[in-house]
């Protein structure tokens, strides 16, 4: 339950990428075109991440899970994985993929893959659209910068448009001198707390485009389960 809740939080951080409308701080607009620039100027990206669940309602305290994530943003396609362990004993527990046409979905637990058309809706939630969150449905605002470890965070809040939403605000972290988001802290309405740190900067992946696709024979035994 806590993997499945920790996809769908993923999920729920993205949106679409068109150009957000006014309502706007102009500190944070500035910092956020500075970001919008550096990941657009990227082929694809690659990052690693660390996600971190607060659910006080299942007395849920910073629960950590490692992932790494490669994302276009421009062709609507993503591959995300998800660990277990950590070191030489980490190995793949889940994955979701999509080469913008078809979304797969892999349990290593299970041994199986579930197949799904790939959801194009620009207004949908969709991990390839995780490093641009913020460029439409969302008023933002400047909150003050943090030093950490020697490196100076710009704070952003977002705060969505739509009142439906089932979470209120997203905490951004910026790094300054890099202009990349290090952090998003979400804040959902139930009174969880989901944080994905960014635990590697984002990098400009110029692999194979196969990555974002599903090659059964790297799974033996595992059974297919078309759900299209």
Same mark, same amino acid.
């Given at each position: 339950?806590?993997?499945?809740?920790?996809?769908?939080?993923?999920?729920? =951080?993205?949106?679409?990428?068109?150009?957000?409308?006014?309502?706007?701080?102009?500190?944070?607009?500035?910092?956020?075109?500075?970001? +919008?620039?550096?990941?657009?100027?990227? +082929?694809?990206?690659? +990052?690693?991440?660390?996600?971190? =669940?607060?659910?006080?309602?299942?007395?849920?305290?910073?629960?950590? !899970?490692?992932?790494?994530?490669?994302?276009?943003?421009?062709?609507?396609?993503?591959?995300?994985?998800?660990?277990?362990?950590?070191?030489?004993?980490?190995?793949?527990?889940?994955?979701?993929?999509?080469?913008?046409?078809?979304?797969?979905?892999?349990?290593?637990?299970?041994?199986?893959?579930?197949?799904?058309?790939?959801?194009?809706?620009?207004?949908?939630?969709?991990?390839?659209?995780?490093?641009?969150?913020?460029?439409?449905?969302?008023?933002?605002?400047?909150?003050?910068?943090?030093?950490?470890?020697?490196?100076?965070?710009? !704070?952003?809040?977002?705060?969505?448009?739509?009142?439906?939403?089932?979470?209120?605000?997203?905490? =951004?972290?910026?790094?300054?001198?890099?202009?990349?988001?290090?952090?998003?802290?979400?804040?959902?309405?139930?009174?969880?707390?989901?944080?994905?740190?960014?635990?590697?900067?984002?990098?400009?992946?110029?692999?194979?485009?196969?990555?974002?696709?599903?090659?059964?024979?790297?799974?033996?035994?595992?059974?297919?389960?078309? =759900?299209?």
């Amino acid at each position: 339950m806590i993997l499945k809740k920790a996809f769908i939080c993923a999920l729920v =951080l993205c949106a679409g990428v068109s150009t957000l409308k006014a309502q706007t701080d102009p500190k944070a607009k500035a910092i956020l075109d500075g970001v +919008s620039k550096k990941y657009r100027s990227f +082929s694809a990206i690659k +990052s690693d991440f660390t996600y971190v =669940l607060d659910n006080p309602q299942e007395n849920i305290k910073s629960y950590k !899970q490692s992932g790494t994530i490669i994302a276009n943003p421009k062709s609507n396609k993503f591959r995300v994985t998800i660990y277990d362990g950590s070191g030489s004993q980490k190995t793949i527990s889940q994955e979701i993929i999509s080469d913008g046409k078809t979304q797969w979905t892999y349990s290593r637990k299970d041994n199986e893959v579930q197949v799904n058309d790939a959801d194009n809706n620009p207004q949908s939630l969709n991990p390839a659209q995780i490093f641009t969150i913020y460029e439409k449905g969302y008023k933002y605002l400047f909150t003050g910068e943090v030093k950490q470890q020697g490196i100076i965070y710009q !704070q952003i809040d977002l705060t969505p448009m739509d009142s439906k939403k089932p979470f209120f605000k997203i905490k =951004l972290q910026v790094n300054k001198a890099k202009s990349l988001i290090y952090s998003a802290a979400i804040f959902d309405k139930n009174g969880n707390k989901y944080t994905y740190i960014l635990s590697s900067a984002a990098t400009d992946y110029k692999g194979p485009d196969a990555i974002f696709g599903f090659n059964k024979k790297n799974y033996p035994g595992v059974e297919v389960v078309d =759900l299209r």
